[in-house]
């Protein structure tokens, strides 16, 4: 199931009383508001099977809430509408049913399509599915009597004649022709077993939500299946829906607790019989990240990992029998990341694989039985993540960055052979660029931004890299970038002496003067999940800090080692079983690096901030450098890494029985009673993630240790803390005051 091809074209706005060529000042209203700076976006989108055009969903000009799917041919922009809104209208309400995602028949002769999409965790998974015949122009409901919504990730067969999906944490399959009703899979689901969906953490930490895939031969179904029973309850409470308040039970394995039993089987689809894969040792001290069917093989291919995710098995097992084989082990010393699904090569002979076993992470062709891997990437640089593979052109393309570990461009990679790589991006495009390649590689959807130039994105002729046409602009953005009072953002590498050095960047102030002294507030994530110094446009938060630097701040960020930059993998290993130990201590020496090396910066005026990882390392800076760091705001932080999920921070820390000493030396609340300056704390109460608990957890510490804080409390907010209307609006408007309040803005 796809998501669709959105178009966004918004011009840019010209406000009163500014002289052309003037930008108005940013402020919080502008960027978070009703009537915000517009933007141009392209999502998603589905290429045809040829490559030569693709799909998007446009609103109908015929039809009041209808949607038509259109196709455009790339080479010549020609338009076609394939299904228009008048052919989806249900005659029972006469209502069109509205395409939010979408999906082809192999034959291209039935779309099926996702409507009425709800939340379901993340994201808006759960809806109605509708089948839409373009022979015969018919339109049913699939899912027979099932109430409405309650469907999640339907999908053709292969051969598209059935569609199976998830319902009731069950598996179903209804034929494409015909008025067979659905046909039940598994019948054991129920609120504690789930066949077909990952579970909480698999989903958080794994990207796993849908959990089944056909068979090329659309025969059998392969899927996962989680006993949560056993798994530590944790209630999420509610206090805004009625006169009391209501719990939300979520299964949710915190460290060193028990996670859920997970099995893999597979399903006969015509008979309903099920094998279940024989793995070994306790099911609920190991991991199945990863589970697809080996090409054409027949085979089903798993990674398998322990507990530690140090040890990852490559096993392929026979569906009939669930017996497995051994391919190899992938092991690391501190842990091993989980691939996506691989691409099968010579007919399940050969698969993709990436690796840092030579200490850089690497595209390796490997043999089905696991005799060779041969590395086609070779050289001391990271592959960030692979594209597109086509056999036929003996080429993989994927993202990399050999020089500059703040930006991204496009290289290419020969499959068989002498090893070759070469850059695809051409020179002169600094930034960071993304692609949407087609089948065949010959066009792309190309995205490129810097820091301080927003995102164009483009169609592109891949074989020249010469553009087709400009799919969004963003003129509006890049006009106020443009005509704003700031100097461009200074990248920087500091050396902090003992062979470690650390990426960062400078925003200087508005009027910026040398010879003064300036605030500075540090933006922080500082954990192996991300990377905050990356020459990219950073959206609505960028626009924050381009606002607080017109209003008299340095703003800056620094890489401390452990974060997932392409350095390689002693880099980002570097922190193992020390997380949230060398980061801070990296941080505040190349805070001091600074303030020694650049005499603008005040050092009695140093902020710092942070979301999630970023708010945890956010409150180590406050707790453990006081001195240093003057004013903070953690934003959804873990104040303790006992709190949190089992698969991410045991993958870094290892268990809690044999790293007590690290879990205690990594969680901030250790070092409340360090607090001297401004502190505040904010949480969404409905955050499923990093639960509010951590925040009333710290919040005893302080009043024990008489601190004085700011906190705020959002409520039913989840971790992202945006749902409801005006809820942007408010945190922004919230921080910029407490900044502007304790860490006075302008050059002394």
């Not at 003037?22 to 960027?31: C, D, K, N, W, Y």
């Not at 306790?282 to 530690?308: C, E, T």
Request: glycine letters at 10%.
């Amino acid at each position: 199931m796809r998501s669709a091809l959105m178009f966004a074209g918004l011009a840019a706005l010209v406000q009163p009383g500014l002289a052309a060529g003037q930008s108005a000042p940013l402020t919080v209203e502008r960027i978070f508001g009703s009537n915000p700076i517009p933007t141009d976006t392209v999502e998603g989108g589905e290429w045809t099977a040829d490559g030569k055009g693709f799909d998007a969903i446009e609103r109908s000009s015929a039809i009041a809430g209808g949607t038509d799917l259109v196709r455009y041919d790339v080479a010549r922009n020609g338009r076609t509408v394939l299904v228009a809104a008048r052919d989806l209208v249900v005659p029972a309400t006469g209502k069109p049913v509205e395409i939010q995602h979408y999906a082809w028949s192999a034959d291209g002769k039935r779309l099926l399509i996702l409507t009425n999409g709800q939340r379901f965790r993340r994201t808006r998974a759960l809806g109605d599915y509708w089948l839409f015949d373009l022979t015969t122009r018919k339109l049913r409901r699939i899912g027979g009597d099932a109430p409405a919504a309650s469907l999640l990730y339907a999908e053709f067969s292969p051969d598209g004649s059935r569609i199976a999906y998830v319902r009731g944490n069950n598996l179903y399959v209804e034929p494409t022709a015909g008025d067979a009703p659905p046909r039940q899979l598994t019948r054991d689901g129920n609120d504690l077993i789930v066949n077909g969906l990952g579970d909480w953490v698999y989903e958080e930490e794994f990207s796993l939500r849908k959990a089944w895939s056909w068979s090329p031969d659309s025969k059998t179904i392969a899927f996962w299946r989680f006993d949560t029973a056993g798994v530590g309850t944790f209630y999420l409470i509610t206090n805004t829906v009625g006169q009391y308040s209501r719990p939300i039970p979520l299964q949710y394995p915190k460290v060193g607790t028990t996670n859920s039993a997970v099995r893999v089987g597979t399903v006969d689809v015509a008979s309903g019989a099920t094998h279940w894969i024989t793995l070994a040792g306790d099911p609920r001290q190991n991991y199945v990240p990863q589970m697809s069917w080996a090409g054409s093989s027949g085979k089903v291919f798993l990674q398998y990992a322990n507990r530690l995710q140090n040890s990852y098995q490559l096993l392929l097992a026979d569906p009939a029998t669930g017996t497995t084989r051994p391919v190899f082990t992938e092991r690391d010393a501190a842990w091993v990341e989980a691939n996506d699904d691989p691409t099968w090569l010579d007919d399940g002979k050969r698969f993709t694989w990436l690796s840092e076993r030579d200490g850089w992470r690497h595209l390796y062709i490997a043999s089905a039985d696991g005799k060779t891997m041969d590395l086609r990437t070779p050289g001391k640089f990271d592959v960030v993540s692979l594209l597109r593979v086509d056999a036929a052109q003996n080429a993989a393309w994927f993202i990399a960055s050999p020089d500059n570990p703040t930006q991204r461009y496009l290289y290419r990679a020969t499959l068989t052979g002498a090893p070759h790589v070469e850059r695809v991006t051409p020179a002169g495009q600094a930034g960071t660029h993304s692609y949407d390649i087609a089948p065949g590689a010959h066009w792309a959807r190309h995205t490129v931004s810097a820091f301080d130039r927003p995102p164009v994105t483009e169609m592109i002729d891949l074989t020249t890299q010469a553009p087709v046409r400009v799919l969004a602009r963003n003129a509006a953005l890049a006009d106020e970038v443009a005509h704003e009072p700031l100097a461009p953002v200074e990248f920087t590498r500091l050396d902090l002496g003992k062979g470690v050095s650390v990426d960062a960047w400078l925003l200087k102030p508005a009027g910026f003067d040398p010879k003064k002294r300036y605030p500075v507030l540090f933006q922080v994530y500082g954990e192996p999940w991300g990377q905050t110094v990356a020459d990219v446009w950073g959206g609505n938060t960028a626009l924050w800090h381009r606002m607080l630097a017109e209003r008299g701040y340095i703003v800056a960020s620094i890489d401390p080692r452990g974060t997932n930059t392409p350095r390689g993998r002693d880099w980002r290993k570097s922190i193992y079983r020390r997380l949230g130990v060398i980061g801070p201590e990296d941080y505040a020496a190349g805070v001091r690096r600074l303030i020694a090396e650049r005499p603008y910066i005040d050092a009695t005026r140093i902020g710092i901030w942070g979301w999630s990882g970023g708010g945890s390392s956010t409150l180590h800076a406050m707790f453990r450098f006081p001195d240093l760091f003057r004013t903070g705001i953690a934003v959804a932080a873990v104040s303790d890494q006992t709190l949190y999920d089992t698969v991410y921070q045991e993958r870094y820390m290892g268990l809690p029985s044999d790293n007590e000493a690290g879990y205690k030396a990594g969680s901030p609340i250790t070092y409340a009673d360090g607090l001297k300056g401004n502190l505040l704390m904010i949480h969404g109460t409905g955050d499923d993630n990093v639960h509010y608990q951590n925040l009333e957890q710290l919040e005893d510490r302080l009043i024990a240790a008489n601190k004085p804080f700011t906190m705020m409390a959002y409520p039913d907010r989840t971790h992202g803390i945006y749902e409801k209307p005006g809820t942007s609006l408010h945190l922004y408007s919230l921080m910029t005051r407490y900044l502007e309040a304790n860490l006075p803005p302008g050059g002394r």
